[in-house]
Every structure is written in structure tokens, then in C-alpha cells.
């Protein structure tokens, strides 16, 4: 029997005392099943001997346990009901100890980083195995664009470990920023050991990544630290977030010399920054005001996330020519639309939402702007494009009728260029060269 339980711990990597209350747990419930068994019974075990007692209560009125006496039946008595209920209860038993062992094992685990085999994948998550216990991948959690492959290795970060009636729900994530910083910590010794430090960090999951990073000693280089020789550790990191980009910059304490820093690779010509320290003018030259703005303003975003402070950027001619920084920018005869565009985490296009509640694709935006481009502007445009309609007809009219008067036809009436006099004709101080409607050939002037 003492062997039996000692190879049972083993095999469910359970300790043989959690064993032993699993094992009288389930003998007190075997002993219920007898016909004629007392109310509440105490099932005791001598881990030596492996001698078990039943010691057997009845219940009065009140509810007291009374009437103490040693009801230890014989093997033979207990009967095959008994026997299966002994052996479900012990299954389940061991089941729920299982489950409670690997809660506590991960229970304190959130922000760790774990390394699991991808079991299955569909569109609501994905499954990884972590070996005696599997994670729980959602959707919203996966970087874009990444299609995880059964079989494959790949490292999360835990974010919510959960009790349920099933056992313990891990929770991890490819997106969090904390899966940066863990895995900068696997590769760079100097983070591990608490001489630099990851300041700040700010990411868009499958685009770009932003870290400010600090050393602890001043003859140690934090960003060197961080790219490694020829680049080698930064590459790691790359390479396990299936080439996301990071940018590595130095955190300052000055804020302003913080955000030059942030908005790297520009190159910063000056940063104000307000009174209340919740913005940052910041000047660049010409050439860098698109590098420092980044592809539909992925830069400058970062930037703002990784130093707190909203980020207006303006070019030296823009500072020149007086255009204000932030939001007076805007136009105020301008009517804006209301809403904001969010990045589909499915297909990776950019949405608009607006404040209506409805949704539209970068590519109806598009559309629909190209489709106004073309359109008259307004109800003047429109009348002003009427109007050159008919003074183009009108012309048309005019050119037919004096072509018409120059044939003798009587539309335009009944002379001809025959029947005019010189002494009927209205003398004109003008020769045909100085006249308005001619040209230098004497014919019509297109433009009369």
C-alpha cells in the first residue's frame, strides 16, 4: 500500500501527504454508501502502517456530533457500490488537486514570459502548450498579419491567469509592451541584472516599437547594450516578433532633449514645451519634417506615447510663413468630420469610425474624396460652370448670325453687301487692323 501511494504521487506530481487527504476523503465517502452507516464518520490513516479508522458520529436535534464510536468495517463489507464510489471520488479528488497545483504555480506568474508549442488556431484564439497546463491565445491579443502554424515555438507574455472549474485559464498575449521588455531581459545581460533600464516603451504591434532606455552606470552604454555587437541582440528580439522594427533611443530627464530624442531618426531643430508640460512644439528642418512625422504619423505617435506629452510638429518655413502650432492649425471655416481611425485588427486596414457609430474603409474614404474632388464645390461652382454654358451658346448664336448677314440672309435682313452704299455706311474711326473683333488676317476673332 505504501508503495502503491508513493508511485500514485509520482505519476500526478502530487506530495504523498496531499495523497493520504485525498485518499480519506474518498473512504469517507465509500463509507456513506454502507447500508446502516452513521451520520458523519472521521476516517483516520496511519501513514506508517497504512491502518485506517473509521470513527463513526450521530447527529441530534441540534446538529452536535454525538455518540462517538470505532465503526472500521471489514474490506469485505464496504460492497461493490461502495468500492466505485470510492474510486470516483478518488479520481476527482485528485483532479481537483491537480487543477489547485497548477493554479498556485501560476498564479503568481503574471508578466512572466512563457515559451509554448502552438496546439491548434482558429479565429477566436489560439491554443499553446505550455507543457502540463495550456494557454489561452485570444485574437485581440495576436499581432496582425501573423498566422501561427500548429506546431511552430513561440514566446508570450502572461496576462491574466484565471481559477475556473476546468483548472487554471492562462491568458497570454503578443502585443502587450511587457513582451518587449521580457525578452530584451533574455537577451541582454546588463537588463537582467538591473543596470539599464527600460524607461519607456511604446508599440504598435507589427509596425514599429519605441524603448528609452537608462543605465545605472555611466561607463555603460544603454543603447549599445541593447543593439549588441554588429546588432546581433536587437536582431534576436526582431526575429522572435517576426520583424517588427525597434527604435532604440536614450532617456533624458530634459524633457525637451526627451522628445529630440523620441523623434528619432529626424533631426530636431528646437522643442518648446508648454507651461503646463503636456505638449511639445518641436521645429525641424524642411527636408525632416516627413521622416519626423513617419508613415501616416506612426512616428510622431510613438513619440508622444513613449514621453507622455502631445507632440505638435512644424517645419522652419511653417514657422516662418506663421502657422501656429497644435490645434489652431485647423481651418476655422472648416467643418471637420467627427470620429477616429482605428487599425482593424482582422485585415490591418485603417477604419474610419465615426461619432454616429458608423464605419468606413480607408479605401470608401478614398472614394468618397476623389468623387468630391471632382464635384463642384458648392452651388456658386456650379452656376458659374451654367454660366459658361450659355455664354458659349450665345457665341455660337452671334457667330451664326453674322455669318448669316455676311451671306444675305434674310434672317439678319434685307440687305445684302451689295446694296450698301459707301454713303450709307457708318464711317468708323477704327481701321479693320484696330478693331476689337478682327484679327491681323481679317477674320473673326475667336475670342470676341
Same mark, same amino acid.
Given at each position: 500500500?505504501?508503495?502503491?501511494?508513493?508511485?500514485?504521487?509520482?505519476?500526478?506530481?502530487?506530495?504523498?501527504?496531499?495523497?493520504?487527504?485525498?485518499? !480519506?476523503?474518498?473512504?469517507? /465517502?465509500?463509507?456513506?454508501?454502507?447500508?446502516?452507516?452513521?451520520?458523519?464518520?472521521?476516517?483516520?490513516?496511519?501513514?506508517?502502517?497504512?491502518?485506517?479508522?473509521?470513527?463513526?458520529?450521530?447527529?441530534?436535534?441540534?446538529?452536535?456530533?454525538?455518540?462517538?464510536?470505532?465503526?472500521?468495517?471489514?474490506?469485505?463489507?464496504?460492497?461493490?457500490?461502495?468500492?466505485?464510489?470510492?474510486?470516483?471520488?478518488?479520481?476527482?479528488?485528485?483532479? &481537483? @488537486?491537480?487543477?489547485?497545483?497548477?493554479?498556485?504555480?501560476?498564479?503568481?506568474?503574471?508578466?512572466?514570459?512563457?515559451?509554448?508549442?502552438?496546439?491548434?488556431?482558429?479565429?477566436?484564439?489560439?491554443?499553446?502548450?505550455?507543457?502540463?497546463?495550456?494557454?489561452?491565445?485570444?485574437?485581440?491579443?495576436?499581432?496582425?498579419?501573423?498566422?501561427?502554424?500548429?506546431?511552430?515555438? /513561440?514566446?508570450?507574455?502572461?496576462?491574466? =491567469?484565471?481559477?475556473?472549474?476546468?483548472?487554471?485559464?492562462?491568458? =497570454?498575449?503578443?502585443?502587450?509592451?511587457?513582451?518587449?521588455?521580457?525578452?530584451?531581459?533574455?537577451?541582454?545581460?546588463?537588463?537582467?541584472?538591473?543596470?539599464?533600464?527600460?524607461?519607456?516603451?511604446?508599440? &504598435?504591434?507589427?509596425?514599429?516599437?519605441?524603448?528609452? !532606455?537608462?543605465?545605472?552606470?555611466?561607463?555603460?552604454?544603454? @543603447?549599445?547594450?541593447?543593439?549588441?555587437?554588429?546588432?546581433?541582440?536587437?536582431?534576436?528580439?526582431?526575429?522572435?516578433?517576426?520583424?517588427?522594427?525597434?527604435?532604440?533611443?536614450?532617456? /533624458?530627464?530634459?524633457?525637451?532633449?526627451? @522628445?529630440?530624442?523620441?523623434?528619432?531618426?529626424?533631426?530636431?531643430?528646437?522643442?518648446?514645451? /508648454?507651461?503646463?508640460?503636456?505638449?511639445?512644439? =518641436?521645429? =525641424?528642418?524642411?527636408?525632416?519634417?516627413?521622416?519626423?512625422?513617419?508613415?501616416?504619423?506612426?512616428?510622431?505617435?510613438?513619440?508622444?506615447?513613449?514621453?507622455?506629452?502631445?507632440?505638435?510638429?512644424?517645419?522652419?518655413?511653417?514657422?516662418?510663413?506663421?502657422?501656429?502650432?497644435?490645434?489652431?492649425?485647423?481651418?476655422?471655416?472648416?467643418?471637420?468630420?467627427?470620429?477616429?481611425?482605428?487599425?482593424?485588427?482582422?485585415?490591418?486596414?485603417?477604419?474610419?469610425?465615426?461619432?454616429?457609430?458608423?464605419?468606413?474603409?480607408?479605401?470608401?474614404?478614398?472614394?468618397?474624396?476623389?468623387?468630391?474632388? &471632382?464635384?463642384?464645390?458648392?452651388?456658386?461652382?456650379?452656376?458659374?460652370?451654367?454660366?459658361?454654358?450659355?455664354?458659349?451658346?450665345?457665341?455660337?448664336?452671334?457667330?451664326?448670325?453674322?455669318?448669316?448677314?455676311?451671306?444675305?440672309?434674310?434672317?439678319?435682313?434685307?440687305?445684302?453687301?451689295?446694296?450698301?452704299?459707301?454713303?450709307?455706311?457708318?464711317?468708323?474711326?477704327?481701321?479693320?487692323?484696330?478693331?476689337?473683333?478682327?484679327?491681323?488676317?481679317?477674320?473673326?476673332?475667336?475670342?470676341?
Amino acid at each position: 500500500m505504501s508503495e502503491a501511494i508513493r508511485m500514485l504521487a509520482q505519476e500526478k506530481g502530487m506530495s504523498e501527504d496531499d495523497l493520504l487527504h485525498v485518499l !480519506v476523503d474518498a473512504l469517507a /465517502s465509500a463509507y456513506k454508501r454502507r447500508t446502516g452507516a452513521a451520520d458523519e464518520v472521521v476516517v483516520e490513516v496511519n501513514p506508517q502502517t497504512m491502518e485506517f479508522t473509521f470513527i463513526a458520529y450521530d447527529l441530534d436535534e441540534d446538529g452536535n456530533w454525538v455518540n462517538e464510536r470505532d465503526d472500521t468495517p471489514k474490506k469485505e463489507e464496504l460492497g461493490r457500490i461502495a468500492a466505485q464510489t470510492f474510486r470516483q471520488v478518488m479520481s476527482q479528488r485528485i483532479r &481537483e @488537486v491537480e487543477r489547485d497545483r497548477k493554479f498556485e504555480e501560476y498564479a503568481n506568474r503574471e508578466g512572466d514570459l512563457v515559451t509554448g508549442i502552438i496546439q491548434q488556431t482558429d479565429t477566436r484564439y489560439t491554443l499553446l502548450d505550455l507543457g502540463r497546463v495550456e494557454a489561452l491565445l485570444p485574437q485581440a491579443e495576436q499581432v496582425p498579419f501573423e498566422r501561427p502554424q500548429p506546431g511552430d515555438r /513561440s514566446k508570450a507574455y502572461i496576462v491574466e =491567469v484565471r481559477k475556473t472549474a476546468k483548472g487554471p485559464q492562462i491568458v =497570454v498575449s503578443r502585443t502587450h509592451p511587457g513582451l518587449i521588455k521580457r525578452l530584451f531581459e533574455l537577451e541582454v545581460p546588463e537588463i537582467a541584472d538591473g543596470i539599464v533600464e527600460i524607461k519607456a516603451c511604446a508599440r &504598435e504591434p507589427g509596425h514599429r516599437t519605441k524603448i528609452a !532606455v537608462w543605465s545605472n552606470d555611466h561607463n555603460v552604454d544603454p @543603447v549599445g547594450a541593447c543593439v549588441g555587437a554588429r546588432g546581433a541582440r536587437v536582431r534576436m528580439v526582431v526575429t522572435e516578433l517576426r520583424g517588427e522594427k525597434i527604435d532604440i533611443v536614450p532617456f /533624458s530627464e530634459d524633457l525637451p532633449d526627451f @522628445v529630440s530624442k523620441a523623434l528619432s531618426p529626424a533631426k530636431v531643430t528646437q522643442v518648446n514645451i /508648454s507651461d503646463d508640460g503636456t505638449a511639445a512644439d =518641436v521645429i =525641424v528642418p524642411d527636408h525632416q519634417l516627413s521622416l519626423a512625422i513617419g508613415r501616416e504619423g506612426q512616428n510622431a505617435r510613438l513619440a508622444a506615447r513613449l514621453t507622455g506629452v502631445r507632440v505638435d510638429i512644424r517645419s522652419e518655413t511653417q514657422v516662418a510663413e506663421g502657422v501656429p502650432a497644435g490645434g489652431d492649425r485647423l481651418d476655422p471655416y472648416v467643418e471637420y468630420a467627427e470620429g477616429q481611425w482605428i487599425t482593424n485588427a482582422e485585415t490591418g486596414e485603417n477604419e474610419w469610425h465615426a461619432a454616429d457609430g458608423s464605419i468606413m474603409s480607408q479605401a470608401e474614404w478614398s472614394a468618397m474624396s476623389e468623387a468630391l474632388a &471632382e464635384a463642384p464645390a458648392d452651388e456658386a461652382a456650379a452656376a458659374e460652370m451654367a454660366g459658361d454654358a450659355v455664354a458659349t451658346d450665345t457665341e455660337a448664336i452671334t457667330e451664326t448670325a453674322v455669318e448669316s448677314a455676311l451671306e444675305g440672309d434674310p434672317i439678319s435682313g434685307d440687305a445684302t453687301p451689295d446694296d450698301v452704299t459707301p454713303d450709307d455706311a457708318t464711317p468708323d474711326p477704327m481701321t479693320d487692323e484696330d478693331a476689337p473683333g478682327a484679327s491681323a488676317e481679317g477674320g473673326v476673332d475667336d475670342e470676341r
